[in-house]
């Protein structure tokens, strides 16, 4: 990066945490730290809902998704309206009126003690590793732009976040995103407009959205049928996004502290809804746009030198390894593959038909020839003698930029991946703090607490989660999945048995405890061995299923027992 750049992030990324300390200076009790008094308006609210959603993973790694698999990823939110329906009805009325620190207290109230200390140790373990993946999206950023090492780079990063909720709480974390949701919203929009603009002779975007069209980018709506009928083991298309995707958003913001925690700072039941609203609404344009960024990308690239690996510290292992002589012959035949394309996909005056088919069958040949040459790459990084990280989709957006913005603007974009990354791992680790404490430490550990004291551990359990999650950063570096699917892959393990278990209470009043904890624990197990079976090829199912399997699950399971267990609750 030039100095510019380095100016442009550093100065954005500094003034954000001054101001963040500086809105959030007086809190000193519980109430403050994690709830800011129960005093946020709607507004303030859907930037929380929206920062913490998207984090650097969003903007890291959705590009290079669609730039690889398409459009259709879009459909995994489709499910999202109808849930910010039903939590308005069911979830938001009751949460408020109990008056809860966490989405958890109300299964005690509702259940025992054992099923609210279970769900939410599932929840800390899910989102305990889910943030770790998010601290290390940044992360290879800086490892990629600086060849730094990628444990210290983690330690710098995790070390930065930590200080920054440690110090602020809820209120750092929610004044930050009003600003950085801004800065994203633009720096997105600047991407977006730079990658048209680079486009050669009088291309435009509707002649980029047309080569996307061509390559099958555009693929917006999958039905998951193919010949052989709908396959259960497609990851998107519109049923597991409807269905599945419906069970997995009610979830995450219905019981999943990191989202519940945000609305449960509003001063009224009506500032939840609204926030809760507004967000089904915005949140499938915004994902689309962020998606559509890397068809843009892709369309670029048909016109430019297109990199053979965008990871390129990935090529320079290779080059130190006994396949240093094959590497040298597969990037001299890739390099004669660009040009030849370039060539071709070059515009001409020739008419816009002929020139069109002429690029849509340069761009067709170059695709199945480099998907050939990539295939190669990967299976040499596979080596047990090399470790290296064979999937590219994390690098594709972040190597464009680097490669192709002008200065200045690399900083910016930079600083928005950092910034998205602040705003959902402070306001993880902020929950994390919150579920320890007023779920396990309070209810354990029986000796009374002043306020000053439970102020005094929560900070303690947002160091120590923190600390949980750069270890977690460390090990997510080679995680073998683009990041965006590895979090969805990871929540939807859990994300199912813990909406079962709200659901059985909201719904059906004449379930008990130990029914649905037997029922809980058992479903989990099973929903686990299902991945397990995915993992090991012997099944074939899409993780959004899961989350829906493990919310009826639950509910079956309980329904069940409660006929066994004889007892009222």
Known sequence: MSGIDWIVLIVTLVGIIVYGLYRSRSEKNLESYFLMNRSSSWLLILLGIMGTQASAVTFLSAPGQSYTDGMRFVQYYFGLPLAMVVLCITFVPVFH?????????????????????????????????????????PSIILSSLLGWNILWTNILMGGLLIIYTFTGGAKAVAYTQQIQFLIIFAGMLTAGYMVVHLLPGNLGLSDALHIGGKAGKLNVITSGRDENGFQWNDRYNIWSGIIGGFFLQLSYFGTDQSQVGRYLTARSTRESRLSLLLNGLVKIPMQFGILLLGVLVFSYYQFAKEPLFFNQTQLDLLAKTKYADSLKIVLKDYDALQKLKMAQMKPSLETQVENRMRQGLAMDYTQKRQTQLRSIIQRWLKDKDVKGDANDTNYIFLRFVVDHLPKGMIGLLIAVIFLSAWGSVAAALNSLSSATI?????????????????????????????????????????????????????????????LGIFLVAFYFKKISATPVFISAVVVEIFVVSIHILNQKGMIHISFLWLNAIGALGVILMSMVLEKFHGQKP
Not at 97 to 105: D, I, N, P, S
Request: charged residues 20%.
């Open 438 to 498: 007023n779920d396990l430490h309070k209810r354990w550990i029986k000796e009374p607490m002043s306020q000053k004291k439970e102020y005094q551990y929560s900070r303690i359990y947002t160091l120590v989660w923190g600390i949980f999650c750069v270890i977690v950063a460390q090990l997510a570096y080679n995680i073998g999945n683009s990041l965006i699917e590895a979090v969805n892959v990871l929540g939807s393990l859990f994300y199912g048995v813990i």
């Open 97 to 137: 009126k109990l008056k809860l620190f966490t989405a958890y207290e109300f299964l005690e109230k509702r259940f025992d003690g054992k099923t609210r200390s279970f769900t939410s140790l599932l929840f800390l373990l899910q989102r305990g590793l889910s943030t770790g993946i998010s601290i290390s999206a």
